[in-house]
Every structure is written in C-alpha cells, then in structure tokens.
C-alpha cells in the first residue's frame, strides 16, 4: 500500500499563481576546517610560490592573503618556494596545495612524481593565475591545472559571468562579477575535461582571444584528488578585495574537502529556470502557497502546502540538475514524472519525489525517493552541505531508472516497478511545503538525453547490470 503522508505534507487545495519579490537569507558561516578526531589539528595548506620565468609582485600579498583566509576558515597554512618540499612524506601533512603565481619549471623529476602520487592518494590542487604559466613540459601538471596561459592583453576592467552559483568559490557572487585584472587568454579551452564555474564576457574588455567562450575559474576531480583554479590574482589590490578573497577562500575550502560541490563537467544543459522573471513564464503553481524571486536569482518556499511545476513540456530521458539551499530543519523537495495539473496531488500520487528534509525518516530524508527508498545515507552524509550552504541535485532519469546524485556523487538508484506510475514522460516541480519551511532553489537545468528500449529499460533492473554500469 502507498505510504500516506503525515498532515506535514502536500495537501490538496486551490491554485496560487503568484511568484512575488522578497528577499532570501545569507550563507551561513564557514565549516571549520578541524579535524574532528579528539586532539587532531586543523588542517594544513601549502601555498608554493617559486618562479622560474616571471616573477609578480603580488605574491607576497597573495601569501598574506590566504594566511589571513586560513585564520578565519579554520586552516593552518604554510608558505614556501622550496622545491624540497615536495616530498610524499612532507606532501601528506596537508589538504591542499596552492600554486600561487609559479612561473616555469619549479619541480624536478623526483617532485613531480611526488605530487602526482599526492594527487592520486587523494590531495587537493589550487592555482592561482599564473599557475597555468608553469611547467609546460608536465603533461600531469596541465591536466591537473585544467588549461595552459597563452598571452594576455592590458590590465583592465572585465564582467565575468557567474556560471555556477552553488560551488563555494562562486555562490557569493552576482550573476555578473565586474572587476579589474589581467585576464589570461588560454591555449585551449578545458570546458570538456572541467566543471566551469565562472567566464569572461569577451566584449566587456579588449584583448580576449577565445571565441567568446572563456573560461577564467573552474574546478574538478582530477586522477583522484581535487583541483580548483582561478585566473584572478595578478594586482596586489585582489588580495585586498573582498569578493575575491572570499572567491579563493571558497576555492580552498572545497579542495580540502570543507565544502561540498559538483564538479563534474557540465555540458549541454539549458535553463528551465534562469533566475529571471521572464523564464518562470512556463511555470505554473499548484495548490496554496508561493516562491519568492530574489534579486540574486533565487527561489524561495513561501507559505504551503503548494508545489511549481514545469509546464511547458514533459520529459522522458534527461538529467535534471537544479541547487538548492535549506535555511534550517526544513521540508521541500523535487518532483518527477507526474502528469500536468494543477492538483498537487496528481505529482504525490503519480509521481516521484525526491526529497530535501534534514531530519526525517530514512525513506523521508534527504536523497531519498520519498516512501520508497532511502537514499545511501552513508555517502549522502559524506557530501551533504549544511543549512546555509548550496547543494547540487542531478537526477537522472533514463527509462524507468532514477538515480541521484548529491554534489556529484551519486547516493540513490531506483526502479520504478509500478504499473500505474512511469517516468517515461512527466513533468517536474519544486515544492513549497509549508509556511514555516524555507528552502531555497536556482538555476534549475536539464539535459535531454536518448530514449532507452523497452528492452534496454527492462535490461536496467537487473541488479548485476544496474551494478556494473558506470555512473
């Protein structure tokens, strides 16, 4: 028998339509960076300053920089430009390592191998700017940096595009970012092999080389490890500018694992919701309730018991990846494959949820497909932010198989074996669940991908199949 809902839950009541103005809460404070184990200290950052080529005069500021970034993040950093450094023994003792500003060959064959073997067991890698003008001669090194400098033209003002509002480096920041720099031109564009999290609009500045697509900031999981980079942090004023210190300390925390992101490659998405007013054109409310738009972009649950649900078209195959953000201990959550109406009901009883509360049981907690499966709660806990902080959902839908992903790992798989439901074609909403819920939502995108057969989607509920697939 289907699982009936406490009064918590949806209940069925008549359409409200408003999408009203308001105002959204602000991220929460850092995590700590300490290690949680009784007497275990802070985590440690290396910050690597050693030029062989062009020397900026910025690196002293940049080295205050992130010490005064480790104060207030709960990090101990170290600063060297010794190259004997890099040892396995030495490069174990700390979390991440961050390339400020090197310039040329800065390691020899016997450190490079140490860092690669660092990389492997797990560390973190951050560059700052110049650490794409370093070691052109390491294959290891420029896949782990993402790009390679090419030139750069004047210092000068530039809007960067905010690409991902959910990563730490960027969740702070507008949809558009206006600061002076010197913006690097690359020798290729690592969008395919990286997760982009901010570009240059190449027509705010002169001297932009790269078609038009230029990445400036990105992250990934890089041959085990983590590696994020920036191409800011050429003037001495970066370090003194508060966006950008909190951009890099953003970057950090996630390298060593204090904050939580997905930074797979994301390619060929578009935007059902883009943080506009003009994209929730094709969106409908459905029972009591409503969603805020803020002026960043971002929706927010207001009164209940309702849902907003995508009407402009269902969905058969597709990954589905939206951010969202949980003020305390709330209640949303995202609904799939259930047909059009305005009966909220009709998503309840026809579709699937998956669920966003902190505190509910395991088939009603965060990740799980709601009264039928719990997501892995082990993993989830791994990757889970806090209230305060983004979270990213992909769910991916391919015949009658869902699975989840939280911050890029996945933490549910389920097959629909019911015959009255299917998530071969549905539509999608956010839920606002009630008026003391507060959760937030944004950019809110969907790739479509291939049909599956029946006999494919038939062939995915083999459990041996389901666990030799790759994710």
């Given at each position: 028998m289907r699982h009936i809902r406490p009064t918590r839950r949806l209940a069925t009541a008549a359409v409200g339509a408003a999408v009203l103005l308001g105002c959204v809460s602000g991220p929460a404070a850092s995590q700590s960076s300490r290690d949680p184990r009784p007497g275990a200290e802070a985590k440690r950052v290396l910050v690597f300053s050693k030029t062989a080529g062009f020397r900026h005069d910025s690196i002293p500021d940049g080295v205050a920089a992130v010490k005064q970034l480790g104060e207030t993040g709960?990090?101990?950093?170290?600063?060297?430009?010794?190259?004997?450094?890099?040892?396995?023994?030495?490069?174990?003792?700390?979390?991440?390592?961050?390339?400020?500003?090197?310039?040329?060959?800065?390691?020899?064959?016997t450190q490079q191998n140490a860092f690669e073997g660092y990389i492997r067991q797990g560390g973190a890698y951050v560059g700052v700017h110049a650490a794409a003008d370093t070691e052109y001669d390491w294959e290891f090194y420029g896949?782990?940096?993402?790009?390679?400098?090419?030139?750069?033209?004047?210092?000068?003002?530039?809007?960067?595009?905010?690409e991902d509002h959910a990563h730490p480096a960027t969740s702070g920041l507008a949809q558009t970012w206006n600061r002076t720099d010197e913006w690097y031109n690359y020798?290729?564009?690592?969008?395919?092999?990286?997760?982009?999290?901010?570009?240059?609009?190449?027509?705010?500045?002169?001297?932009?080389?790269?078609?038009?697509?230029?990445?400036i900031a990105w992250c990934q999981n890089y041959q085990g490890g983590r590696a994020f980079y920036t191409g800011g942090g050429h003037t001495k004023e970066s370090y003194a500018?508060?966006?950008?210190?909190?951009?890099?300390?953003?970057?950090?925390?996630?390298?060593?694992?204090?904050?939580?992101?997905?930074?797979r490659p994301e390619n060929g998405y578009?935007?059902?919701?883009?943080?506009?007013?003009?994209?929730?054109?094709?969106?409908?409310?459905?029972?009591?309730?409503?969603?805020?738009?803020?002026?960043d972009g971002t929706l927010t649950t207001t009164g209940g018991m309702g849902m907003l649900w995508y009407a402009g078209s269902g969905f058969g195959s597709y990954s589905?990846?939206?951010?969202?953000?949980?003020?305390?201990?709330?209640?949303?959550?995202?609904?799939?494959?259930?047909?059009?109406?305005?009966?909220?009901?009709?998503?309840?009883?026809?579709?699937?949820?998956?669920?966003?509360?902190?505190?509910?049981?395991?088939?009603?907690?965060?990740?799980?497909?709601?009264?039928f499966k719990s997501a892995d709660l082990k993993k989830r806990d791994r990757v889970l932010n806090p209230p305060g902080q983004w979270n990213t959902y992909e769910i991916r839908v391919e015949g009658e198989r869902l699975r989840v992903?939280?911050?890029?790992?996945?933490?549910?798989?389920?097959?629909?074996?019911?015959?009255?439901?299917?998530?071969?074609?549905?539509?999608?909403?956010?839920?606002?669940?009630?008026?003391?819920?507060?959760v937030s939502f944004r950019d809110i995108r969907i790739k479509e991908l291939p049909a599956k057969t029946d006999e494919s989607a038939n062939s995915a509920t083999s459990a041996g199949l389901m666990a030799s697939q790759g994710d």
């Open positions: 709960g990090f101990t950093v170290d600063a060297t430009e010794d190259a004997t450094a890099f040892t396995a023994a030495n490069l174990r003792r700390y979390a991440a390592v961050v390339f400020l500003s090197t310039t040329g060959d800065v390691l020899d064959a896949g782990v940096a993402g790009a390679y400098f090419q030139s750069h033209p004047a210092i000068q003002p530039a809007t960067v595009d905010v020798r290729s564009n690592p969008r395919d092999r990286v997760h982009v999290l901010a570009s240059l609009d190449e027509s705010s500045y002169a001297g932009g080389t790269m078609n038009g697509d230029h990445p500018e508060p966006a950008f210190r909190q951009h890099l300390l953003g970057g950090i925390r996630w390298a060593i694992g204090d904050a939580q992101a997905d930074c578009r935007r059902l919701f883009d943080g506009t007013r003009a994209s929730l054109d094709a969106w409908r409310q459905a029972g009591p309730g409503s969603f805020t738009l803020s002026d589905l990846k939206l951010d969202w953000r949980m003020a305390g201990d709330d209640n949303s959550g995202v609904f799939v494959g259930f047909p059009p109406s305005d009966d909220p009901w009709s998503a309840v009883n026809n579709g699937y949820e998956i669920q966003i509360d902190a505190t509910d049981a395991a088939d009603r907690t965060t990740g799980a497909v709601y009264g992903y939280l911050n890029g790992v996945k933490i549910n798989d389920f097959t629909n074996t019911d015959p009255a439901r299917s998530l071969t074609d549905g539509h999608l909403g956010i839920q606002n669940h009630g008026a003391d819920d507060e």
